[in-house]
């Protein structure tokens, strides 16, 4: 089955800082990677997705880019806000399965 | 107001005492899932549905079991827990299994079994 895998586990950043979060996937038949927010007792909820024909999407200051050949995919957020700590994962679907990475938990210092 | 909704929240229970957990969505959606998360593990699918009566299972279905006999409600049934399944559980739900559907989830059911 599909195997995703995310790095840093932990992202401390400066407020008004970049973070980057990456992700690698093993089936090349994925074709959705979606990228979810975990804020602390929350449910994830979706912030950012692209699909496998399509190499980058922004929206605001959120984008995420996508490279098939090597197979990884990266989350980039700039001008980092507190309200950016959180909890994010990445995913990739292959058919009906949804895989998860273990999450990227990012900290906002003010 | 369009949501996915699991019962109940928090769960105790003991080893072997048959449970189940519910969840139910109001948006019309075909595909549905479970999920549980660990630390350092992340989101892992138990069973997933692609429609009424079709289920299938996922990354980790050994000691769970599921049903889809109406299109808004799949049950997640765990017939003898055991203290291994102690975990966030998770139901999710989109309109589709298959392509750029996002996936909208519950509020999560924090299980410990003792």
């Known amino acids: 089955g599909e195997n995703v895998e995310q790095h840093p586990s932990t992202l401390s950043v400066q407020e008004g800082d970049s973070a980057v979060i990456k992700c690698t996937y093993s089936?090349?038949?994925?074709?959705?990677f979606p990228w979810y927010k975990q804020e602390l007792g929350k449910r994830p909820q979706l912030i950012i997705d692209?699909?496998?024909?399509?190499g980058e999407k922004k929206d605001q200051r959120i984008a995420v880019t996508l490279n098939k050949t090597a197979k990884h995919f990266s989350l980039h957020i700039t001008e980092t806000q507190p309200e950016d700590s959180a909890v994010y994962f990445c995913a990739a679907r292959v058919d009906y399965k949804l895989s998860f990475g273990a999450g990227t938990t990012v900290t906002v210092r003010a | 107001e369009a949501q996915v909704t699991q019962n109940p929240r928090y769960l105790i229970t003991v080893t072997g005492k048959k449970l189940t957990v519910t969840c139910s969505q109001n948006m019309n959606h075909e595909y549905m899932s479970w999920y549980r998360q660990d630390p350092g593990l992340g989101l892992r699918q138990i069973y997933y549905s692609m429609n009424v009566e079709v289920t299938d299972k996922g990354d980790v279905p050994e000691g769970y079991k599921v049903s889809r006999k109406e299109k808004r409600n799949f049950p997640l049934i765990l017939e003898s827990p055991s203290p291994n399944q102690t975990s966030l559980y998770f139901c999710?739900?989109?309109?589709?299994?298959?392509?750029?559907?996002?996936?909208?989830f519950g509020q999560g059911t924090r299980l410990t079994v003792v």
């Open positions: 089936d090349s038949a994925s074709n959705y």
């Open positions: 999710a739900s989109s309109f589709s299994g298959t392509g750029n559907t996002e996936a909208f």
């Open positions: 692209i699909r496998s024909n399509v």
